[in-house]
Structures are given as structure tokens and as C-alpha cells.
């Protein structure tokens, strides 16, 4: 018979309620749940989930590895659990805590939010002071850099409320689904939308106004409307009187903060910014209007903006200007709306003792090394250069350096060099084949997993699930939270993990929300938590940081164009697709079939200028490398721009994007790489 289970989808970040239906415990199909708040739909990925639980190609034993590291086939040997623990128990303990490194797959983009608490529990009490998360390409200008303008993170926007919603460098069409159902039904209503992509894809198909922001000039386009708001009188100015410093005396003078925040706007005028940004002067002036005239303004942006050289100047801009509005903290504005009352159990607090080692942290004092949160770049560094000190061990948790993170110096020479790699994994990928030893993880629909929070709306911020497997993981794979618990009884830490178990674990994770696993066992759709955190006030927000400027990047942002390239003249970013995320589910037929190959999307003029025909195989050059797909005519698309997919990978082919982007080239306050905005060259290709 076939049974009906209500989850969701842990896959991404939209976490989209659905019904699993199953059959003699074989996965048959996913659908949307309309009843559970973000379950209006699902998305190709999700109704993949079939292919994925039963895929012949996924890991189901512990392997070690038997031949030596940089062989094409690392001459995998089963091994049982307890021997696979004691072996990693044995080699993490022989490096100790400093030399250890640990490394997570990122809880937006991939399943691993069910465990990532926990991974930072087990490197917070082994004590190791470095934590590869991706966070700097991800989420850190999201989340954390907004903390340097109004101290705390972008925050939730009101969707329900906002008169004119902003969308910068973000596709929820694409990268969050249940998002991009809220913004649909608020245009419905009559709010107005505004689009800054350099691409006019999904949403900003259906946009009041789409501004083809040339990739990588974001910040000259803030400044350029934080200019036209000021001098238009279109700023909230009760707003920044009473919540802002903007009329405290400027430090060394020259009249207030927001004097000289005016002053520094007003060099970019609508010339200078139609000239770095390709955006025209009738175009920002709408732009101008809609964010002066109709408000609130709820604003959503992510990686088009963290992912660039400037990135912390990029979200500051955005950041001031959106203060400029006034729409922050109230209702129709972004919100930090009440979650459920939770016990967080990640143990930052245990770092005090490590912190300072945190690589990265000299050199950025105010980015994600703060958090213990280390770049690729300066482990693989660290491992093979000894600098600042030698890292010996890693154990990684779903991440795939060689495909999701671009090319350092180091990459494979550190994979190499390592005394002892362990890796838990769904498939064998690029990176995994460079591991000691090889574990098998469940996927999310063969585990358990919590999550408290929907971040769409107010109710759905509220809702509590506790989400069930609805098959048994293949062979003997396990979840990545069992496999953390039996790591740190490896490493002699049972005492912090709750003996040993995590059913104990997840009691004391639900205690203060008045709730328990047993009740959400009981309401598998989830419920609202009886007890939930508090909105906070409205923030205090600092134009003039003196954070920044201690830190030598300015207390007001700036932008500093980059030099023309006649060698690569066109501008190469980047961008997720709906069939895939990041480098995963390429091994799925049903999704290669509808998207079988890389393609890259060419503006007219790019393509015109270099013959360019749609269908053509093509090669796109970097000072790094070179990229090989297949090319796509977008005409709406900005004038000399290309746009790539990322997160292929086969060792036959250079069809790697992150293989042609510097890794030394990145953000200095936060270290996000530049993935965008990157100079190319276009040439067609035989094949």
C-alpha cells in the first residue's frame, strides 16, 4: 500500500513543505504540501528525490583508501564502522586539535543544515580553531556584514506589507522557491518590484523595473540612488535622526555623518554611474522614485552581491541605502521576525581558548575568522606552507573543494600533503577521492532532521518541524548526526554530546520551545511553537563605522572601477540553475536529462562580436583558465556580459568554472572570492 508522509525538503534553503509518498519502503514521488507554510510548490530537485534514494552509484559502506593519493582510482577497501571510527578517532587525536581542520558543505545550498549545529559542536569541544564554511561566498554579507551598518543580520523581509520589494543579486525563482511564491502574491496585491541582476531571469521577468547592473559595479550603483535619495529630499530623515548617527558631528569634521555621506554620494552622479554600471540615467531615477515614493521596501539580496571583490563595500552601499528608506525593523520593511525558543547547542562559547589561532583572523579582524570560519585558500596554505602554522588533519563534512571553491595555489598539493583526510559523502566526488577515508551519509530523506523556522512570513518563522525519514538510507549509511555523535566518542567527548546520544541531544535542543519530539513526532506537518523568541527593537543604525576604518577599508563605502582589459573584455559572472546546486545531483538521469550539459548565456554584442551562433561550442578564458560549454544568446543579458554556470566537474573535460577564478583575489574585510565580475575572453570551439 502506498503511505503518505508529510516533510519537507531540506535541499536548499527554501525548505518547501511536501508529501512523500512511499511504497514497501521505496521512495515513489514528492508534491507540494499546500497546507504547510512554504509548500505551494517544489522544484525539480525535490522530484528528483526518488532517483537519489535508490541511485547505484551512492555510498553505503565505510571505505579506506589502498593506493596512494593522486591515483585516478584511490583503490577503495571496505572497512566497518567501528573500525572506520577508531581509525579517525586514532589520527585526529595523533595531529591534536590545532592541527586539525574541519570543513562543512553550506546549509543554504545543501542538506546539511539537520547536523551543522552539531559539526560545530564537535569542533568547538575538540578544539580546533578552524571551520572551512564557505560563509564568505555565501551567506557572510547576508548575515553578518549588514551587522557592521544596524547590528544585526539583513533579517526577514515582510513580504506580506512592502509596497516595493527589492531584489539584488538574488533569483528566488531559481534559489528559493517558497520566497519567490511570497513575492508573486505580493505583486498580485499591488506591490511593485524592482530587480538588480545583471540578468533578467525569473522574477525580473515580471519586474516594475530590471536593472541590468553590469556584475561586479554594485556598489557604485548604491551610491549613485543614496546620492539621488539624499539630494531628491527622498530619504527618511525622522528615520536617521532618531535611529541612525547620521547627525552626529563627522569624526575630523566636516559637518555631520550624513553631510559627509552626502559628499561622498554626490561623485557619483548619474554619468559616472551609467558609465561603471551600464544603468541609465532614466532607469536609476525610476529606481530613485520607487524607493523615495513606495514604501515600505523590503529587500532581499545574496551572492550576486556578496561574491566580488568589493563585496563589503557592495553590501554597505546597499545597506545605507536601505537605511535610507526607513523601512528597517518595521512592518512591510525587513524584520526579525519571533523564532522558536531553542537551545543552541552549537558551543561558540568553548572557542575562547583557540580563537586567536583562527586562520585568517590577522588579516581579517572583522570577517568570517571572528566566527572561527576559515577560507579554502588559507588551510590549503596552511597545510602545505606551514604558514602561520601547519595543519595536518581534516575531516570535512560534504564539502567538495575542488569543484565549489575556486582555484588556489595549493588545492590538490594540500589534499595530498595531508596526514590523515576523512570525508562523509552522499557520492565519491573530485575532492572525496583525495580522502583516507571515505563515510556514507544518509541523505534528507532517509534522516531526521529539525528545523525551527521557515523564514518567509511571521507564521512561517514560527513553525517548529521535526521532519522524518521516509526510507532507510541505503546499505549502511548513516546520517551526518550520527556520525558526528560517534566522532566525538571517538575523540573521547561523549561527555559534551549528551553521552553519546543524540535522542538526548535533540531534548535538550527542544527544551526551552515547550515542546517536545515527542509532540512533533506526533504533528508531522509541524506546529506553531507555544514559546518563541522576542522581535527586537528597532536598531541603531551606524553610517560612519569606525570598525571599517579602524580595520583601514573607510568608515563610508566606496568603489574603485576596475582597469579596462583589452586581452579579456567581456565580464564573466555567474549563476545557480534550477536543476542542480552547486556542484551536486549531476549523477541524476532525470535532471541531466533536462539540463545535460554546461551552457553559457552571451549578451548580443558579446556574441556578435565574437561570432558567436547559439549552439556553438565554445571556450571562455580567464588569466586562470579556461572554461568549455556550450553557447546561449540572452539578449537580456547586460552589454558585454557573460553568464556561466558553475559546480560541473569531469576530469576529461575543463568544464569547472571555479577552476578559472583566482583564489587570491578576494574581499579584503571578509575574504569573498570574486566569482563575478571576473574578465574574460570568448572563442568558439570545434566539438
Sequence with gaps: MHQTIPTYCALCISRCGCLATVEEGRLLRIDPDPQHPTGKAVCIKARAAPELTAHPQRLTTPL??????????????????????????????????????????????TAIADSFAWIHRLVHRWGSPNLVFATENCNWHRDFTPRLTWGNTLGTPDLDAAATIVLWG????????????????????????????????????????????????????????????????????????????????????????????????????????????????????????????????????????????????????????YALTGSLGRPGGNRWFPRPHLNDIAAFDARSGVAAATLGLTERPLGPPTRGWITSRDLFRAVVEGEPYPIRALAAF??????????????????????????????????????????????????????????????????????????????????????VFALARALGLADG??????????????????????????????????????????PRVTLWSEALAAAGAGPLPDYAPAAPDAEFPYLLTCGKTVAYCHSQFRQLAGLRRRQPRPEAELAPDVAAT????????????????????????????????????????????????????????????????ALRGVACAVARRSG
Design 497 to 538: 554530546f549528551f553521552g553519546g546520544d543524540p535522542e538526548a541531544g535533540l531534548a535538550h535542543v527542544l527544551a526551552p520551545s515547550g515542546v517536545s519530539a515527542a509532540d512533533l513526532r506526533a504533528a508531522r506537518r509541524g506546529l506553531r511553537a507555544p514559546n518563541l523568541t522576542a522581535e527586537p527593537p528597532l
Design 398 to 483: 560534504g564539502s567538495n573543494f575542488l569543484v565549489s571553491k575556486p582555484a588556489t595555489r595549493h588545492a590538490e598539493a594540500a589534499l595530498a600533503k595531508l596526514d590523515f583526510f576523512v570525508q562523509t559523502e552522499l557520492f565519491e566526488t573530485p575532492t572525496a577521492r583525495w580522502a583516507d577515508l571515505l563515510l556514507p551519509a544518509a541523505s534528507c530523506w532517509e534522516r531526521e532532521g529539525l528545523q525551527a523556522g521557515f523564514m518567509v512570513s511571521a507564521p512561517a518563522e514560527a513553525h517548529l518541524q521535526l521532519r522524518p525519514a521516509v526510507v532507510a538510507p541505503p546499505g549502511e549509511a548513516w546520517s551526518d548526526t550520527r556520525i
Design 610 to 673: 565574437c561570432g558567436i551562433a547559439p549552439g556553438d561550442a565554445i571556450a571562455l578564458h580567464t588569466r586562470e583558465g579556461t572554461l568549455h560549454c556550450h553557447a546561449r544568446v540572452n539578449p537580456q543579458l547586460a552589454a558585454g556580459t557573460v553568464w556561466a554556470e558553475y559546480g560541473w566537474w569531469d576530469a576529461q573535460a575543463p568544464i569547472n568554472y571555479n577552476a578559472c577564478m583566482d583564489g587570491e583575489t578576494f574581499d579584503a574585510v571578509s575574504g569573498s572570492n
Design 170 to 321: 538574488c533569483n528566488p525563482a531559481t534559489t528559493w522557491l517558497a520566497q519567490a511564491e511570497r513575492v508573486r502574491t505580493a505583486q498580485r496585491r499591488g506591490a511593485r518590484l524592482i530587480v538588480i541582476d545583471p540578468r533578467q531571469g525569473g522574477l525580473a521577468r515580471s519586474a516594475d523595473l530590471w536593472l541590468p547592473v553590469r556584475p561586479g559595479s554594485d556598489a557604485a550603483l548604491a551610491l549613485g540612488l543614496v546620492h539621488l535619495l539624499l539630494e531628491g529630499g527622498g530619504a527618511d530623515v525622522e528615520f536617521l535622526r532618531r535611529h541612525s548617527d547620521a547627525f552626529d558631528p563627522a569624526p575630523g569634521g566636516g559637518g555631520t555623518v550624513l553631510d559627509r555621506l552626502a559628499a561622498a554620494a554626490a561623485a557619483w552622479d548619474a554619468a559616472r554611474v551609467e558609465a561603471v554600471t551600464g544603468i541609465d540615467a532614466a532607469r536609476l531615477q525610476h529606481a530613485a522614485a520607487l524607493l523615495s515614493d513606495a514604501r515600505p521596501v523590503s529587500l532581499a539580496t545574496w551572492t550576486g552581491t556578496g561574491q566580488q571583490a568589493q563585496a563589503t563595500a557592495a553590501t554597505r552601499a546597499i545597506n545605507i541605502l
Design 64 to 109: 579506506r583508501r589502498t593506493r596512494p593519493k593522486g591515483e585516478a582510482d584511490p583503490g577503495w577497501a571496505p572497512i566497518s564502522w567501528d573500525a572506520a571510527l577508531a581509525l579517525a578517532g586514532e589520527r585526529l587525536t595523533a595531529a591534536g586539535p590545532q592541527a586539525t581542520a574541519f570543513a562543512v558543505a553550506t546549509p543554504s545550498g
